[in-house]
């Protein structure tokens, strides 16, 4: 660039007379024309944090809504329309006005940056999802406070949340909660979980013997068997076990869709084995994975393709803990786009109605993916279609089996 190139003696002298007062000039019109700087990175007056404390806990949630409301404005630097949000949610949560917190709380996450401050969003959001029983969209942010946040406070109280609920629901407990919730109570979480059971008049005792009508006996229908195709018959790499960590007990199954590229969806439908093997590849040496992400793929077919070994724990769900004890099942496709071929809805019943039975999962525990966090997965055609099969399941009564799988391949 010509302002690099040292100037000669020449030019030196014939310019140097008009070049001080452009530059002292320049300098001028800029600091007075935006070359400052800019008036959103700074508040003008620091949110008086203090007193809105002192207001919220004394029940004043008016007086502190109507004190911190003003540095939400959007002329506020993003941090301070963060910690604003933060309070008017906390605000809403504690007059028990719970979808207006979570719309305060969540632009307060998506404004604050990584740290302290967003971690106690996260907190708050996820106590207002637990008071509307958000249950699933709860345990994933009181996770991320858990993780992101310093206060020991805060980790104690997200611990807590974390392991009554999961209590509640009946999950497997993470000796990391229990152990950092351990000795604690917080009495105004208690009525989140259960309510007092309503008093119920008793029924005279009758003093004459009734006829007792023995109940018709309910044939109990066992899934059909099922062909698995192992990994061997679509010669999958082994897994990296560094990369992976060991399964426990399943009790909870999600269900997804891989919504391809257009590029990945012709292969998918007319080679199977070869999509397996490019959707492997694309795991281990592009995100660093010991595997695929889920145990098992269901193609356009009707085909159940053996994924990720069941020991392993999945990597489909979203987090750690949500991929604990949890199966992944995929339907090879985009079901935005287009509905699941027959072949695949019936091998998603028989495989869903197989692993109930195997591991003794209730279908209240199937879900998907979007039940679990915010995502469009597995598909607006295919989440109508799983609520029917879940509905089907709960009313069928599964003997158990524990032959579940064929592994012959068809």
């Known amino acids: 660039m010509k302002l690099n190139t040292p100037a000669t003696p020449t030019q030196r002298t014939s310019s140097g007379g008009l070049c001080q007062p452009l530059i002292?000039?320049?300098?001028?019109?800029?600091?007075?024309?935006?070359?400052?700087?800019?008036?959103?990175?700074?508040?003008?007056?620091?949110?008086?944090?203090?007193?809105?404390?002192?207001?919220?806990?004394?029940?004043?949630?008016?007086?502190?809504?109507?004190?911190?409301?003003?540095?939400?404005?959007?002329?506020?630097?993003?941090?301070?329309?963060?910690?604003?949000?933060?309070?008017?949610?906390?605000?809403d949560l504690a007059d028990k006005r719970y979808e207006d917190s979570l719309l305060h709380l969540d632009k307060a996450r998506r404004l604050l940056p990584p740290g302290p401050d967003q971690a106690r969003a996260r907190f708050h959001l996820g106590v207002a999802y637990l008071r509307t029983k958000s249950v699933m969209s709860a345990l994933n942010h009181l996770e991320a406070a858990f993780a992101g946040g310093s206060d020991i406070d805060l980790k104690k109280r997200s611990a807590y949340l974390i392991v009554r609920t999961q209590e509640e629901l009946g999950d497997p407990v993470s000796t990391l909660?229990?152990?950092?919730?351990?000795g604690t109570y917080y009495s105004e979480y208690s009525g989140i979980w259960s309510q007092p059971a309503p008093v119920v008049a008793?029924?005279?005792?009758?003093?004459?013997?009734?006829?007792?009508?023995?109940?018709?006996?309910?044939?109990?229908?066992?899934?059909?068997?099922?062909?698995?195709?192992?990994?061997?018959q679509w010669n999958a790499q082994p897994v990296r076990t560094s990369s992976v960590n060991p399964m426990s007990r399943p009790f909870r199954i999600?269900?997804?869709?891989?919504?391809?590229?257009?590029?990945?969806?012709?292969?998918?439908?007319s080679d199977p084995r070869e999509y397996l093997k490019i959707l492997q590849r694309h795991c281990q040496n592009n995100l660093d994975w010991?595997?695929?992400?889920?145990?098992?793929?269901?193609?356009?077919?009707?085909r159940i393709w053996e994924g990720r070994p069941m020991k392993y724990q999945g990597a489909h769900a979203g987090n750690p803990?949500?991929?604990?004890?949890?199966?992944?099942?995929?339907?090879?496709?985009?079901?935005?786009?287009?509905?699941?071929?027959?072949?695949?809805?019936?091998?998603?019943?028989?495989?869903?109605?197989?692993?109930?039975?195997?591991?003794?999962?209730?279908?209240?525990?199937?879900?998907?993916?979007?039940?679990?966090?915010?995502?469009?997965?597995?598909?607006?055609?295919?989440?109508?279609?799983?609520?029917?099969?879940?509905?089907?399941?709960?009313?069928?009564?599964?003997?158990?089996?524990?032959?579940?799988?064929?592994?012959?391949?068809?």
């Open 290 to 302: 010991g595997d695929l992400g889920y145990h098992f793929l269901i193609s356009k077919d009707g």
């Open 321 to 410: 803990t949500l991929n604990r004890g949890n199966i992944g099942i995929a339907l090879i496709g985009n079901f935005d786009r287009t509905k699941p071929s027959t072949a695949q809805v019936r091998s998603l019943q028989n495989l869903l109605a197989s692993l109930c039975d195997l591991y003794r999962i209730q279908p209240s525990k199937i879900f998907g993916h979007g039940d679990l966090k915010t995502t469009g997965c597995p598909g607006r055609h295919l989440r109508s279609i799983l609520r029917e099969l879940v509905r089907k399941l709960e009313n069928s009564n599964l003997s158990h089996r524990k032959d579940g799988f064929d592994s012959k391949s068809r």
């Open 177 to 182: 909660y229990r152990e950092a919730s351990a």
């Open 24 to 91: 002292g000039l320049l300098i001028l019109v800029l600091s007075g024309c935006g070359g400052g700087p800019d008036p959103r990175t700074e508040p003008v007056n620091p949110i008086p944090l203090l007193e809105f404390e002192s207001l919220l806990q004394r029940g004043k949630t008016y007086q502190a809504r109507a004190l911190i409301e003003p540095f939400a404005s959007p002329e506020q630097a993003n941090s301070t329309r963060g910690i604003a949000r933060l309070g008017l949610g906390r605000c």
């Open 254 to 269: 999600t269900v997804h869709h891989t919504a391809d590229q257009e590029s990945l969806s012709s292969i998918s439908q």
């Open 202 to 232: 008793q029924p005279p005792i009758e003093t004459t013997p009734r006829e007792i009508t023995p109940k018709p006996e309910v044939r109990r229908l066992a899934p059909p068997p099922l062909r698995l195709l192992k990994r061997q």
